[in-house]
């Protein structure tokens, strides 16, 4: 298996609070992407970066920023938490992004905004 | 643009039952295909792949054939079991966008 950590795992906050997830990888991949999951929807990328300091946007960016200040970790943050932010959150790697490439995924992290 | 469809579930199916999920994709160009399954409370895990026109990708008694003049890439197995219980997402990668189905859930009953 990919080593890759999520933390927190579970999370519950409040609406208009800011939360912060982390990913976490140990395969000293170049890519790394965060997506939401939704029923119906599949995953959705919302960001994701090819190096330290690069990232960009993807198809559902409002409301979330990223950084990633090391190869290792991937931070994704929810600047004004809102309950249509409620989801599972999966951070995934892959080694290029070219087409062939195939992704790996973490456990995700289930966020609950009240 | 790109993007991917594929069949609602929920599947129920009994043990030993031939199972087809379909996968329909849009896309210009060459993208590749994929499998992935997700297993209760996991992430997503790569079943399986094809990166060309009429590859056929297969793992674990699954098989799917990336068809370009139908535009498909279903997954079949021809005897299903109780561990492959799951939701399946078909996907896709294209000149930097990945995309997947809304997923479908299988359900196997002994």
């Known amino acids: 298996d990919a080593g890759i950590t999520q933390s927190p795992r579970h999370k519950v906050t409040e609406t208009g609070t800011p939360v912060t997830l982390r990913c976490h990888q140990t395969?000293?991949?170049?890519?790394m992407y965060w997506y939401r999951q939704d029923p119906g929807h599949g995953l959705r990328l919302i960001h994701y970066?090819?190096?330290?300091?690069?990232?960009d946007k993807g198809e559902v960016s409002d409301g979330y920023s990223v950084s990633r200040s090391k190869t290792e970790d991937f931070l994704l943050t929810l600047e004004s938490a809102t309950s249509s932010q409620t989801s599972v959150y999966f951070c995934?790697?892959?080694?290029?992004?070219?087409?062939?490439?195939?992704?790996?995924f973490g456990p995700g992290t289930r966020l609950t905004v009240t | 643009g790109n993007s991917v469809t594929q069949m609602e579930g929920p599947v129920t199916l009994s043990e030993e039952a031939f199972l087809t999920i379909n996968c329909t994709y849009t896309?210009?160009?060459?993208?590749?295909l994929f499998w992935y399954v997700q297993y209760p409370g996991e992430g997503l895990q790569l079943l399986l792949k094809?990166?060309?026109?009429?590859d056929k990708g297969s793992n674990k008694g699954f098989e799917a054939t990336y068809r370009k003049e139908t535009t498909s890439f279903h997954l079949e197995k021809g005897s299903v079991q109780v561990s492959d219980s799951a939701v399946y997402f078909c996907?896709?990668?294209?000149?930097?966008?990945?995309?997947f189905g809304a997923g479908t859930r299988l359900t196997v009953k002994p």
């Open positions: 970066s090819y190096g330290v300091k690069d990232t």
């Open positions: 996907a896709l990668t294209n000149n930097n966008d990945m995309r």
């Open positions: 995934a790697i892959s080694e290029s992004w070219e087409n062939s490439y195939e992704q790996y």
């Open positions: 395969e000293n991949h170049r890519y």
């Open positions: 094809a990166t060309k026109a009429d």
């Open positions: 896309a210009t160009g060459y993208p590749s």
